[in-house]
């Protein structure tokens, strides 16, 4: 096991409005994951499950999140997975896969806060988010991390 990894519990919530500011029901995780300083700021790996309401099928996806101060990139594998690169005032476009096909992502970031050390960190991200070449939401991710062992 590579020594430099670190053990943090992780918080996270997202939410999202569509165009006539009427609000998802939020989601929140809390997960466990591993913490790797880089040279240029530091990785964060965790997994994210969720239950289908309609099936009651568990779906897990890896996460990585490179965190810098004023950039996140978030790579998301497993059946529904992309890569989506927050930075301020800045689109991004890529692709969102599904079993059913794949599917044109752009995101327009609004608001881009990171705060990382290996202790604890605090990531807030606020994004419109367009799904083939239409506007579907304005999210907002709030995620914060502490070491194992360490005051939340």
Do not use: W
Request: charged content about 20%; glycine content about 10%.
């Amino acid at each position: 096991m590579d020594s430099t990894l670190i053990p943090v519990r992780l918080t996270l919530e997202s939410s999202s409005r569509d165009e006539g500011g009427a609000e998802d029901t939020p989601i929140r995780i809390m997960t466990t994951g591993k913490l790797k300083p880089t040279p240029s700021g530091y990785v964060l790996r965790y997994i994210e499950s969720a239950t289908d309401e309609g099936t009651g099928q568990v779906t897990s996806s890896p996460v990585t999140l490179s965190l810098q101060p004023d950039r996140v990139v978030m790579n998301r594998s497993g059946e529904f997975g992309t890569t989506m690169v927050f930075v301020k005032d800045t689109r991004f476009e890529g692709l969102y896969h599904t079993p059913y096909g794949d599917m044109g992502l752009a995101l327009y970031t609004t608001h881009v806060y990171c705060k990382a050390a290996e202790d604890k960190g605090t990531v807030r991200l606020e994004y419109q988010i367009d799904m083939h070449g239409r506007y579907a939401a304005t999210q907002t991710i709030s995620l914060d991390y502490v070491a194992e062992g360490g005051a939340c």
